[in-house]
């Protein structure tokens, strides 16, 4: 007995079959739904794009539109991504209150620009400004942020679940319905001035002003913000406390300082955005946050929540996607106005993100101890 017990079992030969049939095994409906999903969208993609090509309806002075203002909504996404992702890198916590501050710092920056408009200033000097009214949009968007963090989020530093989530949406509510009460919920016009209805030419195209400084500068801003925190001695406490905050308060890293250091570049940005979102649509109300606000969200998810370099692209990819999108996409379909259907383009992508690839393009795999 013991015998036959101990005599190893001979193997029996492995048909070459048999590992295709343990991966269909595996197989469920779950999987046959979301290829199918996967299919169908390349397949929408790649079908409207050849239908549009072969239409030829747009001309080359369309396209660079189209590409042109894609670019200045990416720059706007990506600045507002900015904050999520780096208060999601220290805190790990979603600050949905960020579309918020973008609306504070709007609101700030239209009644500096409304001021200076009258006043004719806006005209004469538009460097100036354009930079005193960044400056007051900064100011605002930051105090606030700040406030939020001392007073609202940092009592749910250390608790575990939704309670901080749940806070953060009462915040955006309170800013929303709070700038209600005071401004009312009329649609206001953002200043409009004459240097930013004009166009310069750019390779025998025509380009809106407007889109050319959103652009330049909001380049220029997070250019400045990559380098603060890869350069400096707060951006390595900042990194350091997104890769372990125990132990870099072990180190002697002030993590609280950290954080309001990370709440002022989030907010200052967001006040940067808010001034550049409200002079490309020319509005402001107490609702406006909340769009861009999403969106750049998924900005943030879309180039890896946490990775600054990847809300940067993730948010010019979105913009992108949001712009050129509708036309190239849906137009070869027989759509009829197909640009009314960005949204619902900016989301799918959102979403096939989060389904195909949650850590985003550029996100890596969290450590064990972070995940």
């Not at 894609?70 to 960020?98: D, E, K, P, S």
């Not at 989530?165 to 929303?176: N, T």
């Not at 900042?238 to 002030?254: F, H, N, P, T």
């Not at 999108?325 to 009829?336: A, R, S, W």
Request: hydrophobic share 55%; aromatic share 12%.
């Amino acid at each position: 007995m013991s015998e036959v017990i101990t005599q190893p079992i001979a193997e029996r030969p492995v048909s070459k079959r048999a590992p295709w049939l343990a991966a269909m095994a595996r197989v469920n409906a779950v999987d046959i739904v979301l290829w199918a999903l996967r299919v169908g969208v390349v397949a929408v993609v790649i079908v409207g794009t050849i239908g549009t090509v072969v239409k030829d309806r747009y001309d080359a002075a369309q396209w660079v539109d189209f590409v042109v203002f894609g670019l200045t909504l990416g720059a706007i996404y990506a600045q507002i991504a900015l904050g999520y992702t780096m208060v999601y890198g220290v805190l790990r916590m979603i600050n949905f209150a960020h579309g918020d501050f973008v609306m504070c710092g709007a609101f700030a920056g239209y009644f500096a620009a409304t001021a200076l408009q009258r006043s004719g200033f806006l005209d004469a000097h538009a460097v100036l400004g354009m930079g005193a009214i960044l400056a007051v949009s900064v100011i605002t968007s930051t105090s606030i942020a700040l406030l939020t963090e001392r007073i609202a989020y940092r009592p749910f530093r250390r608790v575990s679940g939704l309670a901080p989530l749940i806070c953060a949406f009462g915040v955006s509510f309170f800013l929303e319905q709070t700038f209600r009460g005071m401004f009312g919920s009329a649609v206001k016009s953002y200043p409009s001035p004459i240097w930013q209805r004009e166009n310069f030419d750019l390779f025998g195209f025509h380009i809106p002003s407007i889109d050319g400084v959103v652009i330049v500068l909001a380049v220029f801003f997070m250019a400045g913000l990559y380098l603060i925190v890869q350069r400096t001695k707060m951006g390595t406490a900042m990194r350091a406390v997104s890769e372990d905050g125990e132990a870099a308060a072990l180190m002697g890293i002030d993590v609280n300082k950290v954080v309001v250091f990370t709440f002022m570049l989030g907010g200052a940005m967001a006040g940067i955005a808010g001034v550049f979102y409200a002079f490309v649509y020319k509005q402001v109300y107490f609702f406006m946050g909340f769009t861009p606000g999403v969106k750049a969200f998924g900005a943030a998810v879309l180039g890896g929540i946490g990775n600054i370099p990847g809300a940067m692209l993730g948010g010019l990819f979105l913009g992108m996607v949001e712009s050129v999108g509708p036309t190239l996409f849906l137009d070869g379909l027989g759509i009829p106005a197909p640009y009314q259907l960005r949204d619902m383009i900016a989301f799918t992508l959102l979403i096939m993100v989060l389904i195909f690839r949650p850590q985003g393009l550029l996100g890596e795999k969290l450590a064990k101890k972070r995940a």
